[in-house]
């Protein structure tokens, strides 16, 4: 297996996985590991695009209705 080291690493972020890691009952390497692996294994075909992935966490909570503004010609503007 290869191995890798992350350098910079912000220290809240590192606090966040030692923690998460503590909750998950296992080491701060097997957690990220973990989140990679999840990460990186997801389907590709649920990704699609950025609208979609927006419309998938939106859907749920419901539509809005708005009130569309009649149009009118630039020359009856004031």
């Known amino acids: 297996m290869a191995a890798m080291t ?7 972020l590192k606090r966040r996985l030692r923690i998460q890691a503590a909750v ?7 957690e990220a590991r973990d989140i990679l692996r999840v ?5 590709d075909a649920e990704a699609g695009s950025l609208y979609e992935a927006i419309r998938r966490r939106i859907e749920p909570l419901g539509g809005v209705e708005l009130d569309v503004p009649q149009r009118g010609s630039v020359s009856s503007m004031p």
């Open 24 to 30: 998950h009952g296992c080491s701060m390497e097997d």
């Open 39 to 43: 990460a990186l294994t997801s389907d």
């Open 6 to 12: 992350i350098r910079h690493l912000d220290e809240a």
